[in-house]
């Protein structure tokens, strides 16, 4: 599998990355077969985050690549969110995205992990999407008057090789744009076959700038991958009918064509400048084995062509 550069760093990661947020909800035993079958597979990229468990996703994470060598993966998780005790000893999560908060989070998941060091920092869940904008501007705030500075240190000392942001929207890629440099954004879900948002500013501004895009959520939490059936989900939602009906026309040129639309999902953004890596977040061994022939699957370039021909979706390649 390949390994591309991540912005202007000296990093490179793998073209296909683990989301650990799978993992927080099945079993010990479960969560170690998919991780095993991940990395037999050949990806050497896994990405985590306080927030999935809260804590299990790290510490299975970090149970796993204890045992492998540590220059043949690289790893990425997430500050933003510090984890609590309650009266009773379980874990809360408490937002902080000040220095201090930042600082204590890293160090907290190294110390769940049992690693020394992150290859890539992301801020997670900064922007209205997730806390509403009274409460996001607040964060925001605190992010930019002294959390950034925090990402920038640990940067510098060594700690990490990549600093960015882990987030589902657009607009606020945008404006963390505006204020500082990142090196990569974790972005889920919009830039797939049906919901294109990231292509018109967000993709020529992170060419510009030099920022990667590790891409997540390409089945967009479920339609992409089962297709247009009753109850089939987008963005965690039960997807309304003109989003079913894209998807039905979507299923309608892969028959054509006889692509699978789940390979035709996974390709979308294969190869695109600007992503070297895209997310793949399942706990079942089989799934990812299907992802794998899926991300491999043979698709002719007149496939791409006749999806914006119906005004469905535009392939990158199209414009070269």
């Given at each position: 599998m390949r390994f591309r550069q991540v912005g202007k760093t000296d990093l490179e990661i793998c073209e296909l990355a683990f989301g650990g947020a799978s993992i927080e909800t099945v079993s010990e035993?479960?969560?170690?077969?998919?991780?095993?079958?991940?990395?037999t597979g050949g990806i050497r990229h896994f990405d985590t985050a306080p927030h999935y468990g809260p804590g299990i996703s790290e510490v299975r994470m970090g149970r796993f690549l204890s045992g492998k060598p540590r220059h043949e993966f690289t790893l990425s998780t997430k500050v933003g969110r510090l984890l609590v005790p309650d009266a009773t000893g379980a874990l809360q999560r408490r937002l902080d995205y000040t220095h201090d908060g930042i600082m204590r989070s890293v160090e907290e998941s190294r110390q769940r992990m049992g690693l020394d060091r992150f290859d890539i920092l992301l801020v997670h869940d900064i922007g209205p999407e997730t806390y509403g904008a009274n409460n996001e501007r607040s964060h925001f705030i605190d992010l930019m008057k002294s959390g950034w500075k925090a990402m920038e240190q640990l940067r510098s000392e060594g700690a990490c090789a990549a600093i960015g942001i882990g987030v589902n929207g657009v607009d606020i890629c945008l404006r963390v744009m505006e204020q500082v440099a990142l090196d990569i954004i974790l972005l889920a879900g919009r830039y797939t076959l049906l919901d294109p948002q990231a292509e018109p500013e967000l993709l020529p501004l992170c060419a510009e700038r030099s920022t990667s895009i590790l891409l997540g959520g390409v089945f967009n939490t479920g339609i992409l991958a089962t297709g247009a059936v009753p109850g089939a989900l987008f963005q965690y939602?039960?997807?309304?009918?003109a989003m079913l009906e894209k998807t039905r026309q979507?299923?309608?040129?892969?028959?054509?064509?006889?692509?699978?639309?789940?390979?035709?999902?996974?390709?979308?953004?294969?190869?695109?400048?600007?992503?070297?890596?895209?997310?793949?977040?399942?706990?079942?061994p089989d799934q990812l084995a299907a992802n794998f022939a899926n991300y491999e699957y043979p698709i002719p370039f007149e496939f791409w062509a006749r999806l914006a021909e119906c005004g469905l979706a535009r392939h990158y390649s199209l414009d070269k």
């Amino acid at each position: 599998m390949r390994f591309r550069q991540v912005g202007k760093t000296d990093l490179e990661i793998c073209e296909l990355a683990f989301g650990g947020a799978s993992i927080e909800t099945v079993s010990e035993a479960g969560a170690q077969a998919v991780l095993e079958a991940a990395w037999t597979g050949g990806i050497r990229h896994f990405d985590t985050a306080p927030h999935y468990g809260p804590g299990i996703s790290e510490v299975r994470m970090g149970r796993f690549l204890s045992g492998k060598p540590r220059h043949e993966f690289t790893l990425s998780t997430k500050v933003g969110r510090l984890l609590v005790p309650d009266a009773t000893g379980a874990l809360q999560r408490r937002l902080d995205y000040t220095h201090d908060g930042i600082m204590r989070s890293v160090e907290e998941s190294r110390q769940r992990m049992g690693l020394d060091r992150f290859d890539i920092l992301l801020v997670h869940d900064i922007g209205p999407e997730t806390y509403g904008a009274n409460n996001e501007r607040s964060h925001f705030i605190d992010l930019m008057k002294s959390g950034w500075k925090a990402m920038e240190q640990l940067r510098s000392e060594g700690a990490c090789a990549a600093i960015g942001i882990g987030v589902n929207g657009v607009d606020i890629c945008l404006r963390v744009m505006e204020q500082v440099a990142l090196d990569i954004i974790l972005l889920a879900g919009r830039y797939t076959l049906l919901d294109p948002q990231a292509e018109p500013e967000l993709l020529p501004l992170c060419a510009e700038r030099s920022t990667s895009i590790l891409l997540g959520g390409v089945f967009n939490t479920g339609i992409l991958a089962t297709g247009a059936v009753p109850g089939a989900l987008f963005q965690y939602r039960p997807a309304d009918e003109a989003m079913l009906e894209k998807t039905r026309q979507l299923q309608a040129v892969c028959v054509e064509y006889g692509v699978p639309l789940p390979a035709a999902a996974l390709q979308f953004a294969k190869d695109h400048p600007t992503i070297p890596s895209l997310l793949v977040a399942t706990a079942s061994p089989d799934q990812l084995a299907a992802n794998f022939a899926n991300y491999e699957y043979p698709i002719p370039f007149e496939f791409w062509a006749r999806l914006a021909e119906c005004g469905l979706a535009r392939h990158y390649s199209l414009d070269k």
